[in-house]
């Protein structure tokens, strides 16, 4: 028979029987009880010089409330009687607690490591479980929760952090530089299990979060094997050292949600996070400005699923890093939305995005209801020979109901481009916004407007687009400002296109129209201009030749003003 060790309780929960306890078996120690230890004087530490199996609910305390808490010291690894066994607590208050690696070949049932407030020892976790996020292998425990608001340092030097139950991970909060919760570990992975109702979450709260070496990944569905993932919240800022990337994934299907704070330092000088990806079919919630380092990975910063701005915050993305190349890429695939919380009629979240050369690219409708508007949109705005990446909006700002009722998407100012922007794109069909500002560097159809009749509306504020030229795309190109000022450089059609620009009821002083040529090609069909305050024409206006071909000037109580000699062609 081999040589091992089975136990059951040992001392008292009040920490007045027992000293100190080392045990020894080289074919494994047993434990299926709870081990308490005294302070007298000294230290009552807790040895376990070899494997240790956990069978049954098994608490090790060393934490004694008296000046000298206990360590506790495993050498070998942490195991299973059978997989999911059994339970472990583990509480050491000051002292020391040294890990070996936890269910990598049978896991045990639910962890809990110095979650009492007295617990303030440095925690240096190695693995729990083994393999791979997207593997099917040995998942190390159920629910683990490690730490609390009191707790030192935890150190995460492993690579694998496999549970099928919640990951709870809590730290002091210190300053906002402090880096309590710390990967050590080279590609550290947590991966918790996928469920049909309610999935395994993974939280990081309390402190700042330190990455030290390759990409953290979060995914809760291991192996995509079920319909949900769990939620991924990190609490406080994430901090790299050399180029670290993120990536969390909480399901491209189902419930699971993602929340994050700030991502980076403020600058690419200190940031030392090369991407960001999230996915989360439940929707990913943006509480911290973002900041990529100088070397920014392919992913840029990319969110596969729907964003939420959280409420009354400014979320800052900052791809633009001083790149020899390119700059970090910056991709929403899907929808953006503020926050109304209950009673509140206003909005005061808004997107600021400095992508430098990387592109900006957003998939879906921003603030497409009356609850989900936000407050202003900015994107590559500062005017810079650097900022010159491309601008693509495939979906609408705002919401036009078939009555005609409109949803404002954006209720302060939206301003996209600059003077070196190469090419922006605007791919949706209705831009409701207040003031606004559409800007490409100046060059033939730099500003590309690919949706099929888009119209623009604002409500009493001015709409313009400035330094490329407008493309249309198919149907009519509509810009309703409701009394605000409208300008407009050249526009040209690409198959019998209609121009419709409409400043109006006259105000006295802005619901004026200011545009240069139209129709270069010859693929304009109908032209519409109506400022009731006044219209300037800086160009020519050239229509297809065509029976409905038409051009309508009409400046109400203002005047007709020509920039520069004008014909009017409609033949």
């Keep these: 028979d081999g040589e091992t060790v089975s136990i059951g309780n040992i001392g008292d929960s009040g920490h007045t029987q027992i000293k100190t306890v080392d045990i020894t078996a080289d074919d494994g120690i047993t434990l299926s009880g709870a081990i308490y230890t005294a302070d007298s004087g000294a230290q009552g530490n807790v040895i376990l010089r070899d494997k240790v199996i956990i069978d049954g609910t098994v608490i090790i305390d060393t934490d004694d409330s008296l000046s000298n808490d206990g360590d506790i010291t495993f050498t070998d690894s942490i195991e299973g009687s059978s997989q999911g066994a059994g339970s472990l607590t583990i509480e050491g208050g000051t002292g020391t607690i040294t890990l070996t690696a936890i269910g990598a070949t049978t896991g045990i049932g639910n962890l809990s490591i110095n979650t009492q407030n007295t617990g303030t020892a440095n925690l240096t976790i190695k693995n729990i479980g083994s393999g791979t996020v997207d593997a099917a292998t040995v998942v190390g425990a159920a629910t683990v929760n490690i730490g609390n608001t ?25 300053t906002a530089t402090d880096t309590h919760i710390k990967f050590s570990g080279t590609d550290p992975i947590i991966s918790t299990s996928g469920n049909s109702t309610d999935s395994s979450n993974v939280t990081l709260q309390g402190g700042e979060v330190l990455l030290t070496d390759g990409t953290l990944t979060i995914n809760t569905n291991t192996n995509n094997a079920a319909t949900n993932g769990g939620d991924i919240t990190i609490e406080k800022a994430v901090f790299g050292t050399s180029d670290e990337a993120i990536v969390l994934d909480a399901h491209a299907s189902g419930n699971g949600t993602i929340s994050i704070g700030q991502i980076g330092h403020a600058t690419a000088t200190s940031s030392e996070i090369a991407s960001l990806k999230a996915t989360a079919e439940g ?9 990529l380092s100088h070397n920014p990975g392919a992913d840029g910063v990319t969110f596969v699923d729907a964003v939420t701005i959280a409420d009354g915050k400014t979320i800052t993305i900052t791809t633009d890093t001083g790149h020899a190349t390119a700059d970090g890429i910056v991709k929403f695939s899907s929808t953006i939305s503020g926050v109304e919380t209950s009673g509140n009629t206003g909005t005061a979240e808004s997107l600021v995005i400095d992508s430098g050369t990387g592109n900006v690219t957003i998939t879906g409708n921003i603030g497409a209801t ?14 810079s020979a650097t900022k010159d990446g491309d601008i693509t909006l495939s979906g609408n700002i705002g919401a036009t109901a078939g009555n005609g009722t409109i949803t404002t998407g954006a209720l302060g100012t939206v301003t996209i481009g600059n003077t070196a922007t190469d090419a922006l794109t605007l791919g949706g069909t209705v831009y409701n916004t207040n003031a606004a500002t559409y800007e490409a560097k100046t060059n033939a159809d730099s500003i590309s407007l690919a949706g099929t009749s888009p119209t623009f509306t604002s409500s009493d504020d001015a709409i313009t687009f400035t330094g490329g030229r407008v493309k249309l795309t198919d149907g009519t190109f509509t810009v309703n400002s409701n009394s605000g000022p409208i300008t407009i450089g050249d526009i040209k059609g690409t198959g019998a296109d209609n121009v419709t620009l409409n400043a109006g009821t ?3 002083t802005d619901a004026t129209v200011t545009v240069g040529a139209i129709g270069a090609g010859n693929k304009i069909a109908i032209v519409s201009i109506t400022g009731n305050d006044g219209v300037t024409l800086n160009g020519s206006i050239t229509t297809e030749d065509a029976s409905n071909a038409a051009v309508t000037v009409a400046s109400g109580s203002g005047t007709i003003t020509l920039g520069t000699d004008i014909t009017i062609d409609t033949n």
Excluded: M, R
């Design 506 to 508: 006259a105000d006295s």
């Design 283 to 291: 929707g990913i919630t943006l509480n911290g400005n973002i900041s």
């Design 150 to 174: 009191s707790s030192g340092v935890l150190d995460f030097d492993g690579t694998i952090y496999k549970t099928n139950g919640n990951f709870t991970v809590t730290a002091a909060a210190g």
């Design 370 to 383: 009356a609850t989900t508007a936000i407050e202003s949109l900015t994107i590559n705005s500062t005017n």
